[in-house]
Nanobody, 118 residues
């Protein structure tokens, strides 16, 4: 059974950094990425990475966030390095992974909370 588990969330001050990680069981994914949802707001796509390594970012995080992935034998590790964090980055961050044999099948993690506050 496919499982995605995020880690690395926490409370930081503006200008600080955090690194989120997502461990996805099985090496069977094409596109992977991160969404976030702030209180009272719609879910927002933050960053994506495809199998070949191409990346895309929301305008609000370009130049500050970096997405990367490490493919191990039975697990894929997805990371989101977040630098120069701002209060508006406060949200629950969710990782997702699309099944390589059927991109309509998307797996989700349960989310990790990032709070940026002085």
């Amino acid at each position: 059974q496919v499982q995605l588990a995020e880690s690395g969330g926490g409370v930081v001050q503006p200008g600080e950094s955090l690194r989120l990680s997502c461990a996805a069981s099985g090496n069977i994914f094409s596109t992977m990425g991160w969404y976030r949802q702030a209180p009272g707001k719609d879910r927002e796509l933050v960053a994506t990475i495809i199998g070949g390594g191409s990346t895309n970012y929301a305008d609000s995080v370009k130049g500050r966030f970096t997405i990367s992935r490490d493919n191990a034998k039975n697990t894929v590790y997805l990371h989101l390095q977040m630098n120069n964090l701002k209060p508006e980055d406060t949200a629950v961050y969710y990782c997702y992974a699309d099944f390589v044999y059927d991109p309509r099948t998307r797996y989700w993690g349960k989310g990790t909370l990032v709070t940026v506050s002085s």
